[in-house]
């Protein structure tokens, strides 16, 4: 098998999660008149960050404060990074639907969606098992992707 022409800097992954797992656990500590603002502008990171690598605000400190700072180095691996960027669209679904909820008055489910991402960020910073991703192959696996998105690894069509 050909080595991936794709590069995943993980370490850059690890500090987004590690934003995220923060932001959603400070957004409910801070209660629902200021952490539904904080859910928004989470989810709305992760939305842009998806669709556009230069608006992936919690990715762009690794890359331009972190590394060049020498606080946190590069940790690059041959990979695919759709898996993780469709993770991260879930995410940010998640999140914005959470903060759709705080808004109008749900906050039981608000919170719940909001610490459903925040604990599976958490269990992906601390094990490095992305649901994310994992859904992402299965549906890989039984052709369930568009093909704009699949992998090219012989998915069962």
């Known amino acids: 098998m050909a080595a991936s022409p794709y590069r995943v800097d993980r370490n850059t992954l690890r500090t987004n999660q590690a934003f995220i797992v923060g932001l959603t656990v400070a957004a ?13 502008f989470t989810g709305l990171v992760m939305a842009l960050g998806t669709f556009h690598p230069a608006f992936a605000l919690f990715k762009q400190v690794h890359q331009r404060i972190l590394k ?3 606080l946190l180095k590069a940790d ?3 990979e695919d990074p759709m898996p993780h960027q469709f ?4 995410g940010s679904i998640f ?3 959470a903060a759709a909820a705080l808004f109008n008055g749900a906050t ?7 610490w459903i991402v925040a604990g599976l960020a958490f269990v992906n910073l601390t094990v490095q098992f992305c649901a994310g991703c994992f859904v992402y192959f299965q549906l890989d696996r039984f052709g369930l992707l568009p093909r704009s998105i699949a ?3 012989g998915a069962v069509r």
């Open 28 to 40: 409910f500590v801070l209660g629902v008149e200021v952490g539904r603002w904080l859910v928004l």
């Open 68 to 70: 060049p700072a020498g």
């Open 76 to 78: 690059v691996h041959a």
């Open 87 to 90: 993770a991260q669209a879930m």
């Open 95 to 97: 999140l914005l639907a």
């Open 108 to 114: 039981t489910v608000g919170w719940l969606l909001d």
């Open 151 to 153: 992998s090219s690894r």
